[in-house]
């Protein structure tokens, strides 16, 4: 029985936001206007896809290999949306592929004629795979999930002839060079001034959001109640783009270090909207009337509502980054003009005189303003140096993930679970078509076992495999057994491959889509000596559906997915995370703080599909002020590390940091230290006489207020010794 790629695998990888096949009140013609109407990238893609698929079908039939269908299935597991995204995983693809060859020889070897050593082996060199898989992103997870499969594949191809494990070996990896080959040359053809492309790419994400988050900040200085839930929304599509640029930076070829400094920016957009959030907090804590504050704030809304359209060039860039620093001048102004009528009051204590609480609160929230703009400044300077080839820059950057170690071990274990079972399987029933069934249940559970929710992506993948097996029930019955040419052949081939194209470009049904143009190949079974047989055809049919089955009860019955739990372990992490920041050494850097909240945001989104329940729109909401709170820690441990305050305001700061270190969510003694040492620091800022350490403890009084308000405002979330509800 002719076996089936190992790479199945990340089609899915893009596919993270799933939608149903049918949406509410939707009508026919609507759903099917992807296929109907097409739009022109997707007919493009379809088109260019298909023709890679069947000219390395026909130089496959042409060389008289053995399984040709492997060269047109490698096209489409290859093909993705941007040149880049298909490149990324060609390479990668090619380096699982040599480390699965090499360990399906040496299981092979050491474990020949001994079935149960060897399905327990491979299961566990699977399982492995996908452990890792789970740890990293991108197609490098694609990578290490392909070392197990393709090992699984040849390997269990090798068994009715162990001796030939070498020669099966090769003749997969031919295939695989082949498909790539194909696919990368057409795609090559009609990818025009690639790089200029890539750079306009980056280019217009990053402006697309430098612009979102200016005007969702001006909004909440503005005082908009609705900005708070639009601004959360904002972090997932920021992770995506930190993704993207990846692929950009693939396509642009020799480049210097323009990723890097977008990804910059991108922690920079992060970290501003956390400060306009934090703002907004200061705002809500600070109760006295501010006309000074109110009059800056709003300049500072008008230059942010202006922001976007002065992104487009690099005149207009250094223009607004010299308009920036004039506000953030005011900004500094008011706070000295504060501090000079503080001091000509010459007051000692400042709850003795309201005018003082009132000056000290401006300065607070013009100190939290010029931070802001700050960050802004820095998004705005990243975003100018990713445009623009640096001679001489040696910059790194990358935003670290959320990992979650407990569902990695998860995937393994349920991996090798199924493969053991389905070797099982084939031992008590000595099925003729047995080791084709192991073969799909091996690669489904490697296309699935990474994805957060794979009960569901695996139910999608069986309904697209239902439809390949229909389709092509059709062509060997029908079509192919009157044609006896290639040219037939393409032509028979080529609408139902189309067909699949234009399916995989559209959100709904992109994961059936997926199994479709994968197995369609697979099912038709193309070969020289002649056409697939009714017998045949199904009982590969039959072996192949079964086994994406068995893989779907698997995934069911062993250790299922569930997003409570996995929210659970993430507010846990969290926990421990806020723990970490207040003690570890080095201290922290935002850019790894940010980084893993913002996959977490980005998790709990994809949960939530379009109607988010209370209980998830109050992890949304939890997760946002943790993350609020580790920076504001960060900057506390910063400024301690400068040594600019007296001894004495240094005391309550350590104090909290030490509550923080201990912080269990439980008895909110962190938010009452933190409010401790904010009237502390209040008393001891007002008899301070040096200008530069006011200043500074200014900065730790705003830091403070934000780290009680959101321990307070999130006491229910933050306390992970039982599952959190909302109420």
Same mark, same amino acid.
């Given at each position: +029985?002719?076996?089936?790629?190992?790479?199945?695998? %990340?089609?899915?990888?893009?596919?993270?936001?799933?939608?149903?096949?049918?949406?509410? @009140?939707?009508?026919?013609?609507?759903?099917?206007?992807?296929?109907?109407?097409?739009?022109?990238?997707?007919?493009?893609?379809?088109?260019?896809?298909?023709?890679?698929?069947?000219?390395?079908?026909?130089?496959?039939?042409?060389?008289?290999? $053995?399984?040709?269908?492997?060269?047109?299935?490698?096209?489409?597991?290859?093909?993705?949306?941007?040149?880049?995204?298909?490149?990324?995983?060609?390479?990668?693809?090619?380096?699982?592929?040599?480390?699965?060859?090499?360990?399906?020889?040496?299981?092979?070897?050491?474990?020949?004629?001994?079935?149960?050593?060897?399905?327990?082996?491979?299961?566990?060199?699977? @399982?492995?795979?996908?452990? +890792?898989?789970?740890?990293?992103?991108?197609?490098?997870?694609?990578?290490?999930?392909?070392? @197990?499969?393709?090992?699984?594949?040849?390997?269990?191809?090798?068994?009715?002839?162990?001796?030939?494990?070498?020669?099966?070996?090769?003749?997969?990896?031919?295939?695989?060079?082949?498909?790539?080959?194909?696919?990368?040359?057409?795609?090559?053809?009609?990818?025009?001034?690639?790089?200029?492309?890539?750079?306009?790419?980056?280019?217009?994400?990053?402006?697309?959001?430098?612009?979102?988050?200016?005007?969702?900040?001006?909004?909440?200085?503005?005082?908009?109640?609705?900005?708070?839930?639009?601004?959360?929304?904002?972090?997932?599509?920021?992770?995506?783009?930190?993704?993207?640029?990846?692929?950009?930076?693939?396509? +642009?070829?020799?480049?210097?270090?323009?990723?890097?400094?977008?990804?910059?920016?991108?922690?920079?957009?992060?970290?501003?909207?956390?400060?306009?959030?934090?703002?907004?907090?200061?705002?809500?804590?600070?109760?006295? %009337?501010? /006309?000074?504050?109110?009059?800056?704030?709003?300049?500072?809304?008008?230059?942010?509502?202006?922001?976007?359209?002065?992104?487009?060039?690099?005149?207009?860039?250094?223009?607004?980054?010299?308009?920036?620093?004039?506000?953030?001048?005011?900004?500094?102004?008011?706070?000295?003009?504060?501090?000079?009528?503080?001091?000509?009051?010459?007051?000692?204590?400042?709850?003795?005189?309201?005018e003082i609480q009132a000056l000290l609160d401006g300065r607070i929230l013009h100190n939290?303003? $010029?931070?802001?703009?700050?960050?802004?400044?820095?998004?705005?300077?990243?975003?100018?140096?990713?445009?623009?080839?640096?001679?001489? %820059?040696?910059?790194?950057?990358?935003?670290?993930?959320?990992?979650?170690?407990?569902?990695?071990?998860?995937?393994?274990?349920?991996?090798?679970?199924?493969?053991?079972?389905?070797?099982?399987?084939?031992?008590?029933?000595?099925?003729?078509?047995?080791?084709?069934?192991?073969?799909?249940?091996?690669?489904?559970?490697?296309?699935?076992?990474?994805?957060?929710?794979?009960?569901?992506?695996?139910?999608?993948?069986?309904?697209?495999?239902?439809?390949?097996?229909?389709?092509?029930?059709?062509?060997?019955?029908?079509?192919?057994?009157?044609?006896?040419?290639?040219?037939?052949?393409?032509?028979?081939?080529?609408? /139902?491959?189309?067909?699949?194209?234009?399916?995989?470009?559209?959100?709904?049904?992109?994961?059936?889509?997926?199994?479709?143009?994968?197995?369609? /190949?697979?099912?038709?079974?193309?070969?020289?000596?002649?056409?697939?047989?009714?017998?045949?055809?199904?009982?590969?049919?039959?072996?192949?559906?079964?086994?994406?089955?068995?893989?779907?009860?698997?995934?069911?019955?062993?250790?299922?997915?569930?997003?409570?739990?996995?929210?659970?372990?993430?507010?846990?992490?969290?926990?421990?995370?806020?723990?970490?920041?207040?003690?570890?050494?080095?201290?922290?850097?935002?850019?790894?703080?940010?980084?893993?909240?913002?996959?977490?945001?980005?998790?709990?989104?994809?949960?939530?599909?379009?109607? /988010?329940?209370?209980?998830?729109?109050?992890?949304?909401?939890?997760?946002?002020?943790?993350?609020?709170?580790g920076l504001n820690i960060i900057r506390l441990r910063n400024l301690l590390e400068r040594?600019?305050?007296?001894?004495?305001?240094?005391?309550?700061?350590?104090?909290?940091?030490?509550? +923080?270190?201990?912080?269990?969510?439980?008895?909110?003694?962190?938010?009452?230290?933190?409010?401790?040492?904010?009237?502390?620091?209040?008393?001891?800022?007002?008899?301070?006489?040096?200008?530069?350490?006011?200043?500074?403890?200014?900065?730790?009084?705003?830091?403070?207020?934000?780290?009680?308000?959101?321990?307070?405002?999130?006491?229910?979330?933050? $306390?992970?010794?039982?599952?959190?509800?909302?109420?």
């Open positions: +029985m002719p076996s089936l790629p190992v790479f199945l695998l %990340d089609r899915i990888g893009p596919l993270r936001h799933l939608r149903p096949l049918r949406r509410p @009140g939707e009508q026919q013609s609507g759903r099917l206007r992807w296929l109907f109407a097409p739009s022109l990238p997707a007919l493009g893609f379809a088109v260019r896809t298909t023709a890679a698929a069947l000219i390395a079908l026909i130089i496959a039939l042409w060389m008289e290999l $053995d399984d040709p269908q492997w060269a047109a299935m490698t096209v489409w597991i290859v093909a993705q949306g941007s040149r880049g995204e298909s490149i990324s995983k060609a390479k990668w693809r090619l380096v699982g592929t040599a480390i699965g060859v090499v360990m399906s020889i040496t299981l092979i070897s050491a474990f020949i004629q001994q079935a149960w050593l060897f399905f327990p082996a491979l299961g566990i060199w699977v @399982g492995l795979c996908c452990t +890792m898989a789970t740890l990293v992103r991108n197609f490098r997870s694609y990578a290490l999930v392909l070392a @197990g499969y393709t090992c699984a594949i040849i390997a269990i191809g090798a068994i009715p002839n162990p001796a030939n494990v070498f020669m099966t070996a090769m003749s997969r990896a031919t295939y695989i060079v082949l498909g790539i080959t194909c696919e990368s040359v057409l795609a090559g053809l009609f990818a025009h001034n690639l790089a200029a492309t890539a750079r306009r790419n980056i280019r217009d994400k990053l402006r697309t959001a430098l612009g979102n988050v200016s005007g969702s900040v001006s909004s909440l200085l503005s005082g908009d109640d609705e900005a708070l839930v639009r601004s959360r929304a904002m972090f997932g599509p920021i992770l995506s783009i930190n993704d993207q640029i990846e692929f950009s930076e693939v396509e +642009m070829g020799p480049h210097g270090h323009e990723g890097d400094h977008a990804r910059a920016a991108l922690a920079a957009v992060s970290v501003l909207l956390s400060r306009g959030l934090g703002m907004a907090v200061r705002l809500q804590y600070v109760e006295t %009337d501010q /006309p000074v504050f109110r009059a800056t704030a709003a300049r500072v809304s008008a230059f942010l509502n202006a922001l976007p359209p002065q992104l487009e060039n690099d005149d207009t860039v250094q223009h607004l980054l010299e308009n920036l620093r004039l506000i953030r001048g005011e900004c500094r102004q008011q706070i000295v003009d504060a501090l000079t009528t503080e001091i000509s009051m010459q007051q000692v204590r400042v709850q003795d005189n309201p939290a303003l $010029d931070e802001l703009l700050g960050e802004l400044e820095q998004a705005i300077r990243e975003y100018d140096a990713s445009q623009h080839f640096i001679r001489g %820059d040696h910059f790194h950057f990358r935003l670290q993930s959320h990992v979650d170690k407990r569902e990695a071990m998860y995937n393994g274990i349920r991996a090798a679970v199924a493969i053991t079972s389905a070797g099982l399987v084939w031992e008590v029933t000595a099925w003729s078509a047995g080791l084709g069934f192991i073969t799909f249940v091996a690669i489904v559970c490697g296309l699935f076992a990474t994805r957060e929710n794979p009960v569901v992506a695996t139910t999608q993948f069986m309904v697209g495999s239902l439809w390949a097996a229909l389709v092509s029930f059709f062509l060997v019955f029908v079509v192919l057994p009157t044609q006896e040419n290639y040219e037939m052949l393409v032509a028979s081939l080529a609408l /139902p491959m189309i067909a699949g194209g234009l399916a995989s470009r559209n959100a709904g049904t992109a994961l059936h889509a997926a199994a479709y143009t994968l197995l369609l /190949p697979n099912f038709v079974h193309p070969f020289n000596q002649g056409r697939e047989n009714e017998i045949a055809w199904f009982n590969t049919t039959a072996a192949i559906l079964l086994g994406v089955a068995f893989a779907v009860i698997m995934f069911r019955a062993v250790m299922p997915f569930s997003s409570a739990a996995e929210r659970w372990r993430m507010r846990r992490t969290l926990l421990r995370d806020l723990r970490t920041l207040a003690s570890a050494e080095p201290i922290p850097l935002n850019q790894n703080w940010i980084g893993r909240n913002i996959d977490r945001f980005a998790r709990l989104i994809r949960h939530a599909g379009p109607t /988010p329940s209370p209980t998830i729109e109050g992890c949304l909401q939890g997760t946002l002020a943790a993350m609020t709170i040594n600019q305050i007296p001894r004495s305001a240094r005391r309550p700061i350590e104090v909290v940091m030490a509550r +923080m270190s201990r912080f269990t969510g439980k008895y909110g003694r962190t938010a009452q230290s933190a409010r401790l040492a904010t009237n502390t620091l209040r008393r001891i800022e007002a008899m301070e006489p040096n200008i530069t350490t006011r200043i500074e403890l200014t900065r730790a009084i705003a830091y403070l207020i934000v780290v009680s308000h959101e321990l307070d405002a999130n006491a229910v979330f933050l $306390d992970a010794s039982k599952p959190y509800k909302a109420a």
